[in-house]
């Protein structure tokens, strides 16, 4: 790849469209098209125009016109990119934006790789390694939790909550290397109890982030809530009351549903991914069984899971039973107990039932009833609270192994300290941990390999 030769790419979805925008960036980006287009006022060229403005004229190919199209001007360094760009929004014409694709393809422009924009952006300081990543996000983003998480993060989230305490940590880095310089003489430049604090404070902020990468995974892919419980409980109208929709097949049948069948829907901007599973027996068939040793298996994958008994009184002695042998099963899960079929029992019984389970929720599927209070209760369940806080939550795995690396360094020199080691030792530590904390942002590691990988998932154009 040469640095700075001109890339050109489609930004808008391929396809046809009121509009489309071709975006160019590069060295020469305004000299290309100034070639081939031709300003509807005479004489005028982009060259000569102020960084971020527009254009209105025809992209001509030998003589014959294109396209009517606005042209936006970018210059270097103030762009997006942080080169020159230009911007062509012509027709959405599959056949017009092919055209001029082409046209300056023949003409000293290659396509860009995907990602090739924002990666640009970055090796022009424009922004940094996590807000890079981090635009791939924004275009992800399908519900108002991974938006926020994913705009926040763009926005510098873990930069902006690491970079004092990591300039903080050169300067002590700074000061105890030059403490062994002096090896022989008996000097502390780095003040001992300053250090630690330090190093407390930034163990405190490396764990508040790592335990906010299961809650920012959650709402960016969706809460999985496994529902589960005894065949014929109405699991399966339960997926379908929440959806709204007749995804599964409901019967009287005993053992209907087979196969785990998923849909998600967003409850308050929170993506929830309900797994209706095949109800739990003791049974011969194979293939149920295959189908119920499957919704053990969602059910341990899941973040929630519902546990569904059937209202109906009839087996009341087994049934505590039955939700402690489920919460012994699962003992690191939030568990929902629901007692579906309430509009076969009596008020009474809904009494004792309520008095006998603790928070236990009751509905019924078949009439929709309880569908609602089920919902808040899921919503609440979620600590929702982070998000309206604004608090910056790790949502890219990449960043959760290096904050992770990075909190095991400084783990050691928290020993290394306590311990009064050799300064020399735990220094490499503090090294250590800066660089991790570096590779988050970028400003260490960051060789091609990297870089291809991260931006390769981008979408083209971007
Ligand atoms: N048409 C269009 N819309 C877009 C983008 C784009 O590239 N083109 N963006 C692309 O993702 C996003 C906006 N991000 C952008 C960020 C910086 C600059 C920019 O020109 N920055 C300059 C100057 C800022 C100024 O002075 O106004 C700079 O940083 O120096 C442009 C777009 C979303 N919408
Ligand atoms: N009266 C009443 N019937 C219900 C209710 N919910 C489900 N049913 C009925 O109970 C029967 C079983 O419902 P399903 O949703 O198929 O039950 P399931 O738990 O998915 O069963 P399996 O897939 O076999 O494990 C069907 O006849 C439903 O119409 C309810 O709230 N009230
Ligand atoms: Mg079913």
Redesign the pocket.
């Given at each position: 790849m040469i640095k700075n030769d001109t890339i050109i790419a489609l930004?808008t979805p391929s396809g046809i469209g009121a509009i489309a925008?071709i975006?160019l960036s590069g060295e020469n980006a305004i000299t290309i098209v100034d070639t081939f287009f031709k300003s509807i006022k005479k004489g005028k060229t982009l060259q000569n125009q102020k960084?971020?403005t527009i254009h209105l004229g025809h992209i001509i190919n030998d003589k014959d016109v294109l396209d009517e199209v606005l042209v936006?001007v970018?210059k270097n360094?103030?762009?997006?990119t942080?080169e020159n760009?230009v911007?062509i929004s012509c027709h959405g014409s599959a056949y017009i934006q092919q055209e001029i694709i082409q046209l300056f393809l023949k003409n000293g422009c290659r396509m860009a790789d995907n990602g090739e924009?924002?990666m640009r952006a970055f090796l022009n300081g424009?922004m940094d390694l996590s807000q890079a990543e981090a635009?791939a996000d924004v275009i992800a983003s399908n519900s108002a939790a991974s938006h926020q998480m994913a705009i926040q993060q763009m926005r510098g989230g873990i930069t902006n909550e690491l970079k004092e305490l990591r300039s903080k940590l050169l300067d002590f880095a700074a000061l105890i290397e030059l403490e062994l310089d002096f090896s022989g003489e008996d000097v502390e430049f780095a003040d001992r109890t300053q250090f630690k604090e330090l190093v407390a404070k930034i163990t405190y902020v490396l764990k508040r982030l790592i335990d906010s990468f299961a809650f920012g995974n959650a709402m960016k892919n969706g809460i999985p809530v496994a529902i589960i419980g005894e065949p014929n409980v109405g699991k399966s109208t339960l997926l379908n009351a929440l959806l709204n929709e007749e995804k599964a097949i409901v019967s009287d049948i005993a053992g209907t549903t087979r196969d785990a069948i998923e849909d998600e829907i967003s409850i308050n901007g929170v993506i929830f991914r309900f797994i209706d599973t095949a109800g739990i027996r003791e049974t011969e068939d194979v293939v149920e069984n295959i189908g119920i040793k499957k919704a053990y298996e969602k059910a341990e994958n899941a973040q929630l899971i519902i546990f569904l008994i059937d209202a109906r009184t009839e087996k009341k002695s087994q049934r505590k039973q039955e939700i402690d042998l489920i919460k012994k099963r699962f003992p690191n899960k939030r568990l929902l107990v629901i007692a579906n079929k309430i509009d076969l029992i009596s008020n009474n019984d809904r009494n004792a039932l309520e008095s006998e389970i603790d928070n236990l929720i009751l509905l019924s599927a078949k009439n929709k009833t309880g569908i609602e209070d089920l919902k808040n209760e899921l919503i609440s369940l979620v600590n929702i609270g982070a998000l309206s806080n604004n608090e910056t939550i790790v949502t890219n795995s990449r960043h959760f192994e290096a904050l992770n690396n990075a909190l095991l360094a400084i783990q050691s020199v928290k020993e290394g300290i306590d311990l009064e080691i050799s300064t020399d030792l735990f220094s490499i530590d503090i090294r250590e941990c800066l660089r991790h904390l570096g590779t988050i942002t970028g400003d260490y590691d960051v060789d091609k390999d990297i870089l291809g990988h991260i931006f390769s998932n981008f979408c083209i154009g971007?």
């Amino acid at each position: 790849m040469i640095k700075n030769d001109t890339i050109i790419a489609l930004a808008t979805p391929s396809g046809i469209g009121a509009i489309a925008v071709i975006r160019l960036s590069g060295e020469n980006a305004i000299t290309i098209v100034d070639t081939f287009f031709k300003s509807i006022k005479k004489g005028k060229t982009l060259q000569n125009q102020k960084s971020h403005t527009i254009h209105l004229g025809h992209i001509i190919n030998d003589k014959d016109v294109l396209d009517e199209v606005l042209v936006s001007v970018f210059k270097n360094p103030n762009s997006y990119t942080g080169e020159n760009v230009v911007e062509i929004s012509c027709h959405g014409s599959a056949y017009i934006q092919q055209e001029i694709i082409q046209l300056f393809l023949k003409n000293g422009c290659r396509m860009a790789d995907n990602g090739e924009f924002t990666m640009r952006a970055f090796l022009n300081g424009k922004m940094d390694l996590s807000q890079a990543e981090a635009v791939a996000d924004v275009i992800a983003s399908n519900s108002a939790a991974s938006h926020q998480m994913a705009i926040q993060q763009m926005r510098g989230g873990i930069t902006n909550e690491l970079k004092e305490l990591r300039s903080k940590l050169l300067d002590f880095a700074a000061l105890i290397e030059l403490e062994l310089d002096f090896s022989g003489e008996d000097v502390e430049f780095a003040d001992r109890t300053q250090f630690k604090e330090l190093v407390a404070k930034i163990t405190y902020v490396l764990k508040r982030l790592i335990d906010s990468f299961a809650f920012g995974n959650a709402m960016k892919n969706g809460i999985p809530v496994a529902i589960i419980g005894e065949p014929n409980v109405g699991k399966s109208t339960l997926l379908n009351a929440l959806l709204n929709e007749e995804k599964a097949i409901v019967s009287d049948i005993a053992g209907t549903t087979r196969d785990a069948i998923e849909d998600e829907i967003s409850i308050n901007g929170v993506i929830f991914r309900f797994i209706d599973t095949a109800g739990i027996r003791e049974t011969e068939d194979v293939v149920e069984n295959i189908g119920i040793k499957k919704a053990y298996e969602k059910a341990e994958n899941a973040q929630l899971i519902i546990f569904l008994i059937d209202a109906r009184t009839e087996k009341k002695s087994q049934r505590k039973q039955e939700i402690d042998l489920i919460k012994k099963r699962f003992p690191n899960k939030r568990l929902l107990v629901i007692a579906n079929k309430i509009d076969l029992i009596s008020n009474n019984d809904r009494n004792a039932l309520e008095s006998e389970i603790d928070n236990l929720i009751l509905l019924s599927a078949k009439n929709k009833t309880g569908i609602e209070d089920l919902k808040n209760e899921l919503i609440s369940l979620v600590n929702i609270g982070a998000l309206s806080n604004n608090e910056t939550i790790v949502t890219n795995s990449r960043h959760f192994e290096a904050l992770n690396n990075a909190l095991l360094a400084i783990q050691s020199v928290k020993e290394g300290i306590d311990l009064e080691i050799s300064t020399d030792l735990f220094s490499i530590d503090i090294r250590e941990c800066l660089r991790h904390l570096g590779t988050i942002t970028g400003d260490y590691d960051v060789d091609k390999d990297i870089l291809g990988h991260i931006f390769s998932n981008f979408c083209i154009g971007k």
